[in-house]
């Protein structure tokens, strides 16, 4: 079973509401915020995107349908600074607290180190001696779409693409695993590849059957045909 | 076997519940522990309003559609070709290009999240994050291409790319007709944003 924000595929939702370019690029003024705050509270070091990424997940289904974009990037990000010890529920409540430590404070992002710090990024690709299984044209088969280690954590295998069969398209070498890394298990890098699904393999309805679906997936996503 | 442990921690409740309120309780508690910079939060702002944004994605595809040999580089290493014009950083450390044709019709989409190639097309507009995009661009693309009033021939293939990863997908439209011996600033201006997610076509050469 996987988690609320996995919903590619779902049925009952409207039709897209395309602005055709004419939409501000923060259409209210605590977008802005929202998104500043949390990227500038990311610079402290203290999760990585998997982690930051799953605390959005671990919203509540109820939460997660009823908040907008930034309002899910907002709550997480309070949860995360409770979890990660930084800001207590009391200190969330009164907006008063003790200065963080000097070490913490010293990893504040200033705004001369903004331009920077934005262009210098996150890569994910890492070298490593694992052998890549697969190699283009390979059929695979994706396993069941669930973080293996721990029960209800963090994935990017989506539901709809659980136990079905692909072909790699291409691969991209080793890049952090995901479902490791969102939970203290380090990098585990691992081969990475672009994986074809037919849209008849994954709907029973499809609108034109020849149509294809790329997903990047990592290795122990899949399983040899 | 574990269970994660975060499931019942939703802090963020004891916050206001308007939401411009919460980010304003949240960025008054961080400032008093010193824990952010005000100043650095006006210049992020600052970067994904004015110089972030799809006339960045819009200037490769107007190179790339003049100059053959970018073209070439572009398709064999697109982090790298990018990157020398200057778009690299933060959701963009991974790109690939995806180039359309009269067979093939490329559409990006993140059903998990909301992935986005930030430095070339900059912070993704609200349908892109919407529900109704993440759920339905991968089952039924053809139609939501059609609210979006693209109309594919039934012997154009679709490919839906789901961002499941850190590689971020940049389409590279067809130039339209009518437009040779164009200045690459006189193309770019025929990119529109759309096009390079593939929810659009560039505008017709007038």
Same mark, same amino acid.
């Given at each position: ?12 939702? #409207? ?6 370019? /004419? &939409?501000?690029?923060?259409?209210? =003024? %605590?977008?802005?915020?929202? @998104? ?10 203290? %999760? ?24 899910? %990037? ?9 979890? =990660?010890? @930084? ?7 009164? @907006? ?14 200033r705004a001369e180190k903004v331009a920077s710090g934005l262009s210098k990024g996150g890569p994910t690709l890492r070298y490593t001696s694992i052998t890549q299984l697969y190699m283009t044209g390979d059929p695979v088969k994706t396993r069941l779409a669930e973080n293996r280690s721990l029960s209800g954590g963090h994935t990017r295998l989506p539901n ?5 069969? #692909? ?7 080793? /890049?952090?695993?995901?479902?490791? /890394?969102?939970? #203290?298990?380090? &990098? ?14 994954? %709907? ?20 040899? @045909? | ?111 998990? !999240?909301? !992935? ?91």
């Amino acid at each position: 079973m996987s988690r609320i924000h996995d919903m590619g595929g779902r049925f009952g939702d #409207g039709p897209v509401m395309p602005d055709f370019g /004419h &939409e501000a690029v923060f259409k209210k =003024k %605590w977008h802005a915020r929202a @998104l500043a705050v949390t990227v500038a509270s990311g610079f402290l070091g203290q %999760w990585n995107l998997d982690e930051s990424r799953h605390s959005r997940e671990n919203l509540s289904p109820a939460d997660y349908s009823k908040f907008s974009y930034y309002e899910k %990037w907002i709550s997480a990000l309070a949860d995360m600074l409770v979890a =990660k010890g @930084l800001v207590s529920v009391e200190e969330l409540q009164s @907006l008063q607290g003790e200065r963080g430590s000097d070490s913490l404070c010293e990893r504040v992002l200033r705004a001369e180190k903004v331009a920077s710090g934005l262009s210098k990024g996150g890569p994910t690709l890492r070298y490593t001696s694992i052998t890549q299984l697969y190699m283009t044209g390979d059929p695979v088969k994706t396993r069941l779409a669930e973080n293996r280690s721990l029960s209800g954590g963090h994935t990017r295998l989506p539901n709809y693409a659980s136990q079905k069969v #692909g072909t790699i398209v291409g691969s991209h070498g080793s /890049h952090i695993f995901p479902d490791a /890394h969102a939970h #203290g298990a380090g &990098e585990a890098p691992e081969p990475l590849y672009t994986v074809a699904f037919k849209a008849s393999t994954l %709907w029973e309805h499809p609108e034109n059957p020849c149509d294809l679906v790329m997903l990047d997936l990592w290795q122990s996503y899949l399983e040899p @045909l | 076997m574990p269970h994660d442990s975060n499931d019942h921690t939703h802090a963020h409740s004891v916050l206001p519940s308007d939401p411009a309120l919460r980010v304003n309780a949240l960025e008054t508690l961080l400032m008093r522990k010193g824990l952010i910079d005000l100043n650095a939060l006006d210049a992020i702002i600052d970067t994904y309003q004015n110089k972030i944004g799809p006339q960045n994605g819009a200037m490769v595809v107007a190179r790339a559609w003049s100059d053959s040999a970018f073209c070439n580089s572009l398709f064999s290493d697109t982090t790298k070709t990018v990157a020398d014009l200057g778009f690299y950083g933060r959701q963009g450390e991974h790109i690939v290009a995806l180039q359309n044709t009269d067979k093939i019709h490329n559409i990006v989409v993140c059903t998990l !999240c909301s !992935c986005y190639p930030w430095p070339l097309l900059g912070i993704p507009p609200t349908w892109y994050k919407s529900d109704a995009y993440r759920a339905r661009a991968v089952r039924e693309p053809r139609k939501v291409l059609a609210e979006f009033g693209v109309a594919l021939l039934n012997d154009t293939s679709v490919r839906v790319w789901d961002s499941t990863a850190e590689l971020r997908y940049l389409v590279i439209p067809q130039r339209p007709e009518g437009t040779e011996g164009w200045s690459e600033l006189q193309l770019a201006e025929l990119v529109t944003r759309d096009s390079m997610i593939g929810t659009g076509f560039p505008k017709d050469a007038q």
